[in-house]
């Protein structure tokens, strides 16, 4: 709950000895027919917002029914794939070096470092047979999701096997795994994040990368092409022959790959190829890794990865009892046929499932061996895996320590970031004069209607009552109106019983819900003490509106996150929460500007964390709000790129949004209503030093000074002897 009260020091029990309302109490959608499942309404939003996206998909590839179709369909999913990435980087010397190798019956393993980008170093296992003749065919392998990177052993027996089979094959740490973690902590001889925090690591950098304009798999995907580079740079590779399969994450980076790089030959992804429908009825957006944001508003799917491919051959491999939907894998296989019969090559796409589950299994290893020898050798090899003598981690490390941190030092995904928001950071014209005040608060507008998707709402809104309570001093209406056809938001309205028949009115949002500012001596209450109509809202996902954990999620990551599932579906549909939250806060105004109790003109808004954010954004289009308070709101957006870890902040992610504006820009774009900014907190929730949001605000500063309003804008931070106060 927020220490900041917008009053004086009043002693509230003299001013209002009421019947105290618990948060249980104000709590009162639980038990409602109609909401029943009201935690449910965020994600099947979003879902139904996806599905239609996914419909209008169908229809359009329905209508491919020839090879110039397809080759269209080609262009435009790589097309679109690059702009969701970011484009990619630039291609420089790898400065590729053997560091070590290792002689073993029937092929030799040389531990080689290279730079994807310049002293970003990536550390992989060259795998050379020793017998045949070169040059041979050669297998590209992206890792997957699992313990020891490039030492595990299930990959260790693809690489073996298909090294003694006279293919070379290469392998490398992907980002957060083996020797290339990206928040190593040698203390702890792990990931910061976690012994297991791969995945972690990658949503905690996407969200930085996002704001960026990027999506972590620029970084990726980038290295896996230098990675093919590599291979190729080798003489012992036939570059005609050239075959790409990973599992799970590496399932992954082989559709990438394979949809954006003419060089592979075929492609063989096991346990990911599935369809978004089924994704999110299930298991839901996975790691920011694998989400390339807006991908479905783009009207693309997983079979569209395929498309990109044909008629190259091309195997899915599936585990029938994968978490990875089966049923949608054969969706897809079954829509990429029809572009095998149009490119007249269905004999190039088949699809192999086993009874098992998720992994790189035995059946699924031997089903890719026979693929790779008919497409690469020109004919079957059903020959069974052989043996596997594994190499402990250790063996295979290419640096002394065991992390590039450690031993080399370089690059991370974080500094490479950093140098990205150099590139992308806008040059800001200097607010100098009440004309350019006006010209930067309509182009903010703009901006922020645009990258929040937020859709200008039309007619009155619809409030329904549902129950009223009466106390000494007030009464307290709980109502729930409709912000959008299936969004329904819960708040209660506290109207003085003193006071001028029409009264100021503040619209209250907290990213802990409408209960969270109540209680004695809280925000709601010194509100009411002060004569003002207090609305207070669940916006969609908060409060009452929150979506239940999903009980297969790990507590910390949850804490850490946020409702990331929600905050990518938004994204992949081409929405945010921000802007849809924005929404909703703008159709509170609209409640209380209906009220009779309330003065239309004197209509204030007080946020509180993601709340306050949310607000802010929804102020810079809503003229009705006269003046606005924001506590314990994220001090910008580029902090969450400047600072190396961040919590909880995805659901205020808009992609791209450093590119246009920040939150400073956003407060300059009020002058000259009143802004109140208190207790700013930087990415990980500690509050910002007074004079360094000061400095942040300066921009800010300067718009207010140019309207004749520098006094309007307000810097405050709270103390045990005093109390913040706003509004006045």
Not at 89 to 94: F, G, Q, S
Not at 455 to 472: C, D, L, M
Not at 668 to 689: M, Y
Request: aromatic share 8%; hydrophobic share 40%; net charge negative.
């Amino acid at each position: 709950m927020s220490r900041v009260c917008l009053a004086v020091a009043i002693m509230l029990a003299a001013v209002l000895a009421v019947q105290a309302q618990t948060p249980e109490d104000i709590n009162f959608l639980a038990g409602l027919p109609d909401f029943e499942h009201v935690g449910d309404m965020l994600p099947d939003y979003l879902n139904r917002q996806a599905f239609e996206l996914l419909d209008q998909r169908a229809r359009t590839v329905a209508a491919i029914s020839s090879p110039d179709d397809l080759a269209r369909r080609r262009a435009y999913v790589r097309e679109r794939m690059l702009a969701e990435l970011g484009g990619l980087p630039e291609r420089t010397p790898l400065n590729a070096r053997v560091v070590g190798t290792l002689d073993r019956d029937g092929y030799r393993v040389e531990k080689v470092i290279f730079e994807s980008q310049p002293r970003f170093y990536v550390t992989g296992n060259l795998y050379l047979p020793t017998r045949g003749q070169p040059p041979y065919p050669a297998v590209l392998f992206p890792l997957g999701h699992e313990i020891g990177g490039k030492s595990n052993a299930d990959w260790q027996h693809v690489l073996v096997t298909v090294a003694r089979r006279s293919f070379v094959a290469f392998t490398w740490d992907t980002l957060g795994q083996g020797e290339r973690s990206q928040f190593y902590g040698a203390d702890f001889e792990s990931s910061e994040l976690g012994e297991t925090a791969y995945t972690t690591e990658h949503t905690m950098l996407g969200a930085q990368c996002l704001l960026a304009g990027d999506s972590l798999a620029r970084y990726t995907i980038w290295d896996g092409i230098r990675a093919l580079d590599y291979l190729l740079s080798r003489p012992e590779v036939d570059p005609t022959r050239v075959a790409c399969t990973g599992n799970s994450g590496g399932g992954t980076h082989t559709a990438y790959l394979s949809a954006l790089d003419d060089r592979i030959k075929a492609a063989a992804p096991s346990c990911y190829i599935t369809s978004w429908r089924r994704l999110l009825e299930s298991i839901g957006p996975q790691d920011a890794e694998q989400c390339l944001p807006p991908f479905l508003k783009d009207g693309l799917d997983h079979a569209d990865f395929i498309a990109a491919f044909a008629p190259k051959p091309y195997l899915i491999l599936s585990a029938i009892r994968d978490f990875f939907s089966i049923s949608g894998a054969r969706q897809s296989f079954a829509e990429a046929s029809r572009y095998y019969a149009v490119a007249d090559a269905p004999d190039k796409l088949k699809m192999f499932e086993a009874d098992n589950t998720h992994g790189y299994r035995l059946p699924r290893r031997e089903a890719a061996y026979n693929w790779l020898s008919l497409w690469l050798k020109g004919h079957e090899d059903h020959a069974p895996e052989s043996r596997v003598e594994l190499e402990p981690d250790e063996t295979l490390r290419c640096t002394g320590s065991g992390q590039v941190s450690l031993s080399l030092g370089g690059e991370s995904v974080y500094s490479l970031n950093l140098k990205r928001l150099e590139q992308i950071r806008p040059r800001r014209a200097p607010i100098d004069s009440r004309a350019a005040a006006e010209a930067n608060r309509d182009e903010a507008a703009q901006r922020v209607r645009k990258l929040t998707a937020f859709e200008p709402p039309s007619g009155p809104v619809s409030a329904k009552p549902f129950g009223r309570v009466t106390a000494r001093g007030y009464t307290l209406d709980k109502i729930v109106y409709e912000s959008e056809p299936g969004i329904s938001v819960p708040a209660l309205l506290f109207v003085p019983e003193n006071g001028a028949a029409r009264k100021p009115a503040v619209i209250y949002v907290n990213e802990r819900g409408k209960s969270a500012g109540w209680g004695p001596d809280a925000d709601i209450e010194s509100l009411l003490a002060r004569g003002f109509v207090v609305l207070a809202i669940d916006a969609r996902g908060w409060g009452e509106t929150r979506p239940p954990q999903n009980p297969d999620e790990d507590n910390a990551t949850y804490r850490m996150f946020g409702n990331y599932p929600d905050a990518m579906r938004a994204l992949l549909v081409g929405k945010t929460l921000v802007g849809m939250r924005a929404m909703d806060i703008y159709h509170g105004v609209d409640v209380l500007a209906s009220r009779p109790e309330v003065d239309a003109t004197k209509i204030y808004a007080y946020g509180v964390g993601a709340g306050a954010l949310a607000l802010l954004h929804e102020a810079v289009l809503d003229r009705r709000i006269t003046a606005v308070a924001l506590d314990h709101m994220l001090v910008s957006y580029e902090s969450v790129v400047t600072h190396r870890m961040n919590h909880d902040v995805w659901e205020s992610v808009i992609p791209g949004v450093l590119k246009s504006y920040d939150l400073p820009d956003l407060a300059a774009a009020l002058a000259p209503r009143p802004v109140w900014l208190v207790d700013a907190v930087d990415p990980l929730g500690h509050r910002v030093k007074l004079e360094e949001t000061e400095k942040e605000y300066a921009r800010a500063a300067q718009a207010f000074r140019a309207v004749g309003a520098p006094a309007s804008l307000h810097f405050a931070t709270t103390r045990p002897d005093q109390r913040v106060k706003v509004f006045d």
